[in-house]
């Protein structure tokens, strides 16, 4: 493991996603799964702000994502 949790996640993922078979729909309901998880973990009256921050995230990341200069590269980051 190394000091940084996305890059961490990404490599846990990779297996998931080579090949042409990769099911990308399912591998996105697994780290769905983990973030409800997660969010689970959190008090019940923050539950509801912690997701609309996990909304608000995804949002942002996606749009900034796209907007790089090579939006297929997952791995890039604001790290």
Same mark, same amino acid.
């Given at each position: 493991m190394s000091d940084c949790l996305h890059c961490d996640? /990404?490599?846990m993922?990779? $297996? /998931?996603?080579?090949?042409?078979? $990769?099911?990308?729909a399912e591998v996105a309901a697994k780290v769905t799964e983990v973030l409800v998880d997660l969010i689970l973990m959190a008090p019940p009256d923050d539950r509801g702000l912690l997701m609309a921050d996990?909304?608000?995230?995804?949002?942002?990341i996606l749009l900034e994502k796209s907007q790089q200069a090579d939006p297929a590269n997952p791995r890039s980051?604001? /790290?």
């Amino acid at each position: 493991m190394s000091d940084c949790l996305h890059c961490d996640i /990404h490599d846990m993922l990779e $297996a /998931h996603l080579q090949g042409d078979e $990769a099911d990308l729909a399912e591998v996105a309901a697994k780290v769905t799964e983990v973030l409800v998880d997660l969010i689970l973990m959190a008090p019940p009256d923050d539950r509801g702000l912690l997701m609309a921050d996990v909304l608000a995230n995804l949002g942002g990341i996606l749009l900034e994502k796209s907007q790089q200069a090579d939006p297929a590269n997952p791995r890039s980051s604001r /790290h």
